[in-house]
Every structure is written in structure tokens, then in C-alpha cells.
């Protein structure tokens, strides 16, 4: 069993950084690719970034490329999104999630994660 926990949310005016945490319970996090995913007010729940079990690799989505980071740091269990040049349009609930996976192929869809965190709320303000 694999526990995820999101914190680092909060107001931020347009232009201003963010670092998101989310940290993992269970002896399998490791093994997998993490990933934040958000959700706009009143729309789906979206793919944000993704990044393999060693740190390898980083897919993201084209709207946050060159202004958001994704890294891990396996000894703490925990992954990070570096936010940086906000957007109002970047206002959403992030979650990170867990996928048994070695690679990227499936990293965009929802549905191939394991665990799922509860979300924490970033508000961009113009």
C-alpha cells in the first residue's frame, strides 16, 4: 500500500514560483513513475508531468514546458514540482499519482495510476 501526500499549494500572484511536494508512504515508491496531474475549476482533471523511477526521463505537458520542473528525490520518497512564471490559467487542484512503470509509454493517462493523491489548491492571481 503506497500513501501520497500533497503540500507546497497556496496564492500566488501571475509570474510568482510555487514548489509542490508530494510525499510517499510505502516501500514501492521507487519502483514507479510519479506524475502531477491538475484540475481546472469546472474541467477534467488533466496530465501535467511525469518522470520515470530513476529520474531519467520527464515528459510534459506543452503549456507548462519551460516553466515547470519535475524532479524526485528517492532517499525522501518524495517528488517535486518546481512552478515557476505562473499563470491565472494555471489555477487548478495539482495531484500526484503513482504508476508501476519503468518507462513513459502510458504516463498521460489518468487511468494507469495506482494511487492518487488528495490534491492541494494553487490559485494564480492576475
Known amino acids: 500500500q503506497v500513501q501520497l501526500v500533497e503540500s507546497g499549494g497556496g496564492l500566488v500572484r501571475a509570474g510568482g514560483s510555487l514548489r509542490l511536494s508530494c510525499a510517499a508512504s510505502?516501500?514501492?515508491?521507487?519502483?514507479?513513475?510519479m506524475a502531477w496531474f491538475r484540475q481546472p475549476p469546472r474541467k477534467e482533471r488533466e496530465f501535467v508531468a511525469a518522470?520515470?523511477?530513476?529520474?531519467?526521463?520527464?515528459d510534459y505537458i506543452d503549456s507548462v514546458k519551460g516553466r515547470f520542473t519535475i524532479s524526485r528525490d528517492n532517499a525522501r520518497n518524495t517528488v517535486y514540482l518546481q512552478m515557476n512564471s505562473l499563470k491565472p490559467e494555471d489555477t487548478a487542484v495539482y495531484y500526484c499519482?503513482?504508476?508501476?512503470?519503468?518507462?513513459?509509454?502510458?504516463?498521460?493517462?489518468?487511468?494507469?495510476?495506482?494511487?492518487w493523491g488528495q490534491g492541494t489548491q494553487v490559485t494564480v492571481s492576475s
Open positions: 499519482a503513482l504508476q508501476f512503470s519503468w518507462t513513459l509509454a502510458v504516463a498521460k493517462l489518468p487511468g494507469s495510476y495506482a494511487y
Open positions: 510505502g516501500r514501492n515508491f521507487f519502483n514507479g513513475t
Open positions: 518522470i520515470t523511477w530513476n529520474g531519467g526521463s520527464q
